[in-house]
Every structure is written in structure tokens, then in C-alpha cells.
């Protein structure tokens, strides 16, 4: 199947800065595709150049087989895009704002107004109807940028951040929603930070750091191939790290803990409970968390 | 580089939902916006025309307040299409990050801007519109040449909105969009033959205001309309502002689009 977006070499600067970096990936069609990455790695450059609001410096990049930047109206028409910043029209009602943004893609009054309805109930905003937007919840504003981003019945569906500063119960219903919708066979496209999100929704994904696509594949296969199966941790002590030298085990410092990674965690926890007298071993599979600090480094980003 | 900057935008019927949502918003916000234009003829013809002109008498053979009220109409053309463009234009796009949710949708950004234009110039027409009875109502004008200060608002509008864009697409900050309000309004109010005949003015100043400063052209054909005294220098006034507003509307769209899309 003809991929729905591909990038090949494709590259952003400003300026003197290369936001990205000569990246390639190609999304399939009716696949959960993440871009997973710090602050400042380039996912929502990347993101802009898809939807056509902002031009590639170099590169090639199709979108349903066409270029951003000669044939932005009719990409446009195709796609529904969640940005990052919060962009909800003030002046409006919940419900106006569904129906003054489906007047941009020229849709006529009357569908407009029934999919605002059936959109409000598929958010569960529908009791908030008709309330201005400044009233809303965090949680609720989010819900409705996704409503908004599907008034055109996009075939994909652009979200970046989607579920930024919110609560665990926002969040979980988010993610509800996306799930349903890819099961209704639309393809999404998500940047997130947030290690559950991705394993979570994507089918595939990457990770970008400083621009590049450090990674590729499924969350499991991501795990399985660069960490392991398990991992098993103990406090940060001489004796523990000692003890581990001595028994040529590999290990990683993460904070106050020594980590190690292992395809056996019960032996490694039993080693070192026994003969490295270790005060706390925890013992956990392996996360996307853990492919993740392993590949962007433990550096705080700014 | 200065070719790219006065090109012409490739514009579609797009750029009137942008319209449509300002004319929502100000319909939705009718009250406050209906206000104004009603009490502002009032002030300005009690304040000037029965104050100021009880002493002046007439100039010319125009009772004073006949002369200042095409000046009241046009300043008022300037200072809606101008603030609407300049600080609510601003507000959209910077605060509000409306522009931004726009071009996600068919909609280009030089259709937003465009939007934003018309809009600047429809926001002239209808104070216009509003103000007309008023002055009506006072006797300061002729009918029925006066209508035609309807759809000439429109045009002037234009103009004004045009200006302020270049204006919002250059500010780096909505503080400094006080400048051209003060540096550039204020003087056009004071200079452009409003509330004194341009030709008291030395000769040089004359020419500095036909040149630069476009009330001057909006007044001109403002003042023929209400009195009923069309001369052909109009022609020269109009072929001004169509000039103007024409570039103008090309540059701030341009100016726009590079500010925006980067």
C-alpha cells in the first residue's frame, strides 16, 4: 500500500539552526504512528511541514502523494490537525466554534451543523454546548480541538501534544477517543513525551533527538531490541556497585539507583540479594521509558 | 526581493469565511459596537460645530459645521479601518493564535489576510452608515449626494486597513503598533484639511500632506459628497487611493505571509 506521508532526506533549518536533520519515515495508512521525542528534538517541525504551514529547506515529502508545498489546499482539505497551542476561537461558543471552522473547509451549513452535534457527543461536550470556550477545562478545550480537527472527516489526523497538561481521567479519555477512531480506520500521526502515551497508541513509532531519527519500529520491538526484557534495580551504594564489578554484571547509574539489564532478572535480583546484601532490589520488565533515557541520554533538556 | 514583496497573492473566495467570522463576532458584540458611531457625530459636531464654529462663522461660503462633518465621516473611516487592523488584527494573531488555527484548514494565509482587509473596510462602511443619520439629523449634509459616502467608506476603509496591516506585519510588539497610532494618526487628523482648509498650510506642507498623508484624498472626496461640490480633482484623489490601497494591499499581504510562515 502507497504510504500515507513520506519523508525522504527531509531537512528544516532556521537560519543557521537544522530544527531537523535529514530525516526519513513513511506512515501507512490506517496506522497509529508517533513521533516520540525530548523538548526541541524537531517533532513539531516535522509536524508543520505535513500540514503545509510551514515550508521544508530540502528533502523530498509526500502527503497522500502530493507536495506541501505546491498542493497545500487540497492536502489540507484531507487532513484534521490537534496543534500543540490551545487555538480555539474566544469569541465563541463550544458549539460555533465547530461551526465557524467547518465554514473554512467550505462546508455547507446544514452537515456542518449536524456533525457539530454528533462531534460534541463523541467528546462528551454536549452539556457544554453552548458555553464560551474561556469557561472550559483544560481537559474539556483539548477535547474540543480534537472535535474541531474532525469537522472535515479527515482521512489523517495530525496531533501534537494531544494530551499536554492534562489530568490522568482527560488523558485517558483522549486516548479512548483516538483508539476508536483508528478503529474506524483513520490514520493518525502523533508527537508525544509522554513514554505511556506511545506505547500505548502507536503501532509504530520513532524517536527524534537534536533533530535525527535516532530509532524506528513497534513499542515492543523498540524494548526488545534496545533494552531487554527486564530490568533490575538497587540502591546506588559502594558496596552494591562493588559487588557488581566483582561479578562482571554491566550496570547504569539512573539517580540514587544502579540499574541493570538483563534477560534474567530473577538471577540478577537473587545475586544481589544474596551476595551483594542489597538493601532494595526491584525487579520490573523492561519499558519504552527505559529505550527512551537510553538513546536521548539522562541530560535534563531545556 | 522588493518584486516578491508587492506579488500578487493567489486569493480564492476563502478569504470571506474570514470575514464572516468578524462579521459574527461583531454582530455578536453589537451593543458596544453600535455605540460609538452614534455618539461620536454628536460630540464632535456640539464640541466643534456649535463651539468652535460659533466663532469661526464660515469659510468660504460654508457654514463651518458643514465643512468639519465629511471630516468627522472620514476620520472615522480612518480610525475603524486602522484599529480593527492595527491592535484587533494583532490581537488575532498573536493572543488569540486565530490565524494560526485557520491555515490548517483550505485556507491560505493570504486569504486571511485578505479576510482581515475587507473586514478592516467593512467595519468603515457600517460606521459610516450609522453616522450618516446623525448627521442627517443635524442638517450638516446634502442628500442625496451624501449616500454615496456609503460605498466610498468602503474604499477608504481599504486604504486605512491596508496601511495598518504593513503596520501589524512589521510591529514586534503590540506596544509599538502606539507609534504609527501616534506618529501617523494623530497628525493626518490635525493636517488633512479637517477641521481647517488644507490651503492655510504653507505651500510645502501642502504637498507633504497630498503626499504622504492619505487622509488629506479621504477627506477631499468626503467634503465634494456631502456639499454636493464634485470637481475634477476628485479624479486625482481617487487615483490616489486606488494606487495606494492596490500596492498596499499587496505589500502587507506579503509582509504578513512572511512574518507568519517560516
Redesign the interface.
Known amino acids: 500500500m502507497e504510504p500515507v506521508i513520506e519523508a525522504v532526506n527531509l531537512v528544516k533549518q ?1 537560519g543557521l539552526f537544522t530544527a531537523v536533520d535529514t530525516v526519513n519515515f513513511a506512515v501507512r495508512p490506517g496506522e497509529v504512528f508517533g513521533f516520540l521525542g525530548p523538548n526541541g528534538a524537531g517533532k513539531t517541525t516535522t509536524m508543520k511541514m505535513i ?1 503545509c ?3 521544508r529547506t530540502s528533502g523530498s515529502l509526500s502527503v497522500f502523494g502530493m507536495d506541501p508545498g505546491t498542493h ?2 487540497e492536502i ?2 484531507m487532513i484534521g ?1 490537534v ?1 500543540q ?1 490551545t ?6 461558543s463550544t458549539y ?1 466554534n465547530l461551526i ?2 467547518s ?4 462546508i455547507p451549513k446544514e452537515i456542518a451543523e449536524e456533525r457539530a452535534e454528533k462531534l460534541l457527543d463523541f467528546v462528551q461536550l454536549t452539556e457544554k454546548r453552548d458555553i464560551n470556550i474561556e469557561k472550559l477545562s483544560g481537559g474539556m478545550k483539548r477535547r474540543l480541538i480534537l472535535a474541531r480537527a474532525l469537522v ?1 472527516q479527515p482521512k489523517l489526523l495530525i496531533l501534537d501534544e494531544p494530551t499536554i497538561g492534562l489530568d490522568p481521567q482527560a488523558r485517558h479519555l483522549i486516548w479512548e477517543k483516538l483508539k476508536l477512531l483508528r478503529s474506524q480506520g483513520n490514520t493518525i500521526v502523533l508527537t508525544t513525551h509522554y513514554l505511556e502515551e506511545a506505547e500505548r497508541l502507536c503501532d509504530r513509532l520513532v524517536i527524534m533527538n537534536n533533530g535525527t531519527i535516532l530509532v524506528e519500529g513497534s513499542p515492543a520491538e523498540l524494548v526488545r531490541d534496545h533494552v531487554g526484557s527486564g530490568i533490575v534495580e538497587a540502591e546506588h551504594s559502594p558496596e552494591v556497585v562493588a559487588c557488581l564489578l566483582d561479578l562482571e554484571i554491566p550496570y547504569e547509574l539512573a539517580g540514587d539507583m544502579v540499574q541493570v539489564v538483563t534477560d534474567n532478572p530473577r538471577m540478577v535480583a537473587q545475586e544481589l540479594l544474596s551476595k551483594c546484601d542489597a538493601k532494595r532490589v526491584l525487579t520490573r520488565a523492561a519499558t519504552l521509558e527505559d529505550v527512551f533515557l537510553k538513546l536521548t541520554g539522562r541530560v535534563l533538556r531545556e | 526581493m522588493i518584486r516578491d514583496l508587492f506579488a500578487v497573492p493567489w486569493l480564492t473566495g476563502n478569504a470571506w469565511t474570514v470575514w464572516q467570522r468578524n462579521l459574527d463576532v461583531f454582530l455578536k458584540t453589537w451593543r458596544v459596537n453600535l455605540v460609538p458611531p452614534f455618539i461620536e457625530p454628536f460630540l464632535y459636531l456640539i464640541a466643534l460645530g456649535f463651539g468652535l464654529g460659533g466663532f469661526v462663522g464660515y469659510i468660504g461660503d460654508v457654514p463651518y459645521i458643514d465643512f468639519i462633518a465629511p471630516a468627522i465621516v472620514a476620520v472615522s473611516i480612518m480610525n475603524s479601518a486602522f484599529f480593527e487592523c492595527t491592535y484587533g488584527s494583532y490581537v488575532r494573531m498573536y493572543y488569540g493564535k486565530t490565524f494560526d488555527a485557520i491555515i490548517a484548514t483550505p485556507v491560505s494565509i493570504e486569504e486571511v489576510i485578505a479576510g482581515e482587509l475587507l473586514w478592516g473596510a467593512t467595519r468603515s462602511m457600517v460606521y459610516t452608515g450609522l453616522m450618516l443619520p446623525v448627521l442627517i439629523l443635524f442638517g450638516v449634509v446634502d442628500l442625496p449626494s451624501s449616500l454615496l459616502l456609503i460605498p466610498f467608506a468602503f474604499l477608504g476603509g481599504l486604504l486605512f486597513a491596508c496601511i495598518a496591516m504593513c503596520f501589524t506585519a512589521i510591529t514586534p510588539s503590540i506596544d509599538a503598533l502606539n507609534y504609527p497610532s501616534f506618529l501617523f494618526i494623530t497628525p493626518m487628523l490635525l493636517f488633512s484639511g479637517t477641521f481647517f482648509p488644507i490651503t492655510v498650510l504653507p505651500p510645502a506642507v501642502q504637498v507633504i500632506a497630498y503626499t504622504v498623508l492619505p487622509l488629506t484624498h479621504v477627506v477631499s472626496i468626503c467634503r465634494g459628497i456631502t456639499l454636493t461640490m464634485f470637481s475634477p480633482f476628485m479624479l486625482v484623489n481617487l487615483a490616489w487611493i486606488a494606487i495606494v490601497t492596490t500596492a498596499l494591499f499587496f505589500l502587507s499581504v506579503n509582509l504578513m505571509k512572511r512574518r507568519l510562515v517560516v
Open positions: 532556521f500540514q504551514a510551514s515550508p497545500s489546499r489540507k482539505e490537525v496543534p497551542e487555538n480555539l476561537d474566544t469569541e465563541f460555533e465557524v471552522y465554514r473554512y473547509f467550505g472535515n
